[in-house]
């Protein structure tokens, strides 16, 4: 029978639990103590807890754990930029886990399941301004709290950026109706094609007439910025915002000829794979930045280098040229993009430039906010709304904001965080709680991490196929890669016990195979029972 396991050398890696034949161990994933992984994650994810689950072939509460602290899995895992994987202890191992594509696999396996609503009902009205992920993330948590919420949107359709700005083949049009509609069904109503603030359809002052009692401002970075050089104007000349959002309200043709893309960050990225798609014979791709520089994640580069994305880091635009349409562009050489105190300051050097043919430029060099609507209502600092960072609040008491309007353009799982902190925030407002109460986690890393001595497995990815339209390209995990890749996960900082003691067998193999040299098997059987011994004269 097992004697002991040492809890001070267990690091939670879970190798006792998958090799036992007996299924006599268990590994208890709440501690106090945080997996890298979750540390990383803005959102705070449970995913140890939730891989834990998958572990034991428990998925559909494995998908609640994991929409405890992310409503829209389906929506991450296909967006988000995993900056987890990258802190994954068994990247020291054979590759981190593939904690992205497990996300997509639960999230599509609730995506039609439709959510209980909520047994309270508040009698407050909350109004959400912007239907981004900030915004529906702030509608999700504040409906199953009870309170009617009321989401407006200046564009057609809910979704905002996810849906105008993110093309197709990333994030497919029925993957985020599917989620708004989880959300309908909770009681969130939608009014879209109305745009709130000063001299808008409708004021912040008409939402209190009508008997809101809080107001979610999530606007978005909606807007690109302008280079600010001889051209910009010109027809032919597409801004990286408005040309994905054009396309994916079909208003956008087709492209022929060569198409130059300005920008090294995601939406360049986007924006040069999209031209591709529309038909450009070529997309070239200049930057500022050094190519280990560039701000866009190293898996967009390689999609647009696996599209035929043909990259030039190190240039500047100085000038478009054209007779009444874009000709060309001229670019000069990049010398510095920041200077000494790391502020954005690039240096060129004129001497060395490059006059090139183009049939469409696109720039797509950093997104901005439209916050005049909101000008007098709440402060603002250097285009964006002042919120406290930990309660979201703004300068007037009941009206919070967050996402890309508060932090500038990040991701979509920040954003996501933000409007879930803006509805704890507002639930407290509503009943009176204490907003700065208990917000901030507090559980330490945990210092002993697995890794040495865990027997390999190979990482498990996403299948692609190819296309040249806009359909998704990355396929989804079925259920047995699914549970592969979860038992890849090291379970860092939980603890193993025992579970079933009685139908330990003595093979030995969770003690030769515990990396930590944990547990301790005592070398014989234990005695039976002492009432099996006294019914049948012991032995």
Sequence with gaps: MINTIDTEKCTGCGTCFKTCGLDVFRIDTDQPVLSPCMATCPAGTDIRGYNGLMQMGRIDEAAERLRERNPFPAVTGRVCPHLCEGECSRSKVDGAVNINALEQYLGDRTLHVVPEKPAVRHVHRIAVVGSGPAGLSCAWYLARAGYPVRVFEAMPAPGGMLRYGIPAYRLPEDVLDAQIEQLRALGVEFQCGTRVGNGCDCSVEDLYALGYKAVFLAP???????????????????????????????????????AVVIGGGAVAMDAAITARKLGASQVDLYCLESREEMPAFQHDIDDAVNAGVILHPGWGPQAVEGNGRVESIVLHRCLSVFNAEGRFAPVFDDAETLNLEAATVIFAIGQSSDLAPFEGVVDMQRGRITADPETFGTSYWNIFAAGDAVTGPSTVIAAITGGREAAISIDRLMTGGHLHSDRKEKRPLAEQLP???????????????????????????????????????????????VNYRDDCMTCFFCELRCPSHAIDVHPFKERLPFTLERNFGGF
């Design 220 to 258: 978005g970075a909606t807007k690109s910025r302008k280079p600010g050089v001889p051209g910009e104007d010109l027809p032919g000349v597409l801004y990286g915002v408005e040309f994905l959002s054009a396309v994916r309200r079909n208003r956008q043709g087709r492209l022929s000829g060569r």
């Design 451 to 497: 890794g040495e001595g865990v027997m390999l497995s190979p990482r498990v990815e996403r299948k692609e196929i190819a296309s040249e339209g806009f359909e998704e390209k990355r396929l989804g995990f079925d259920d047995v890669d699914a549970l592969h890749e979860s038992l890849r996960c090291l379970t860092c900082g939980a603890k193993a016990r």
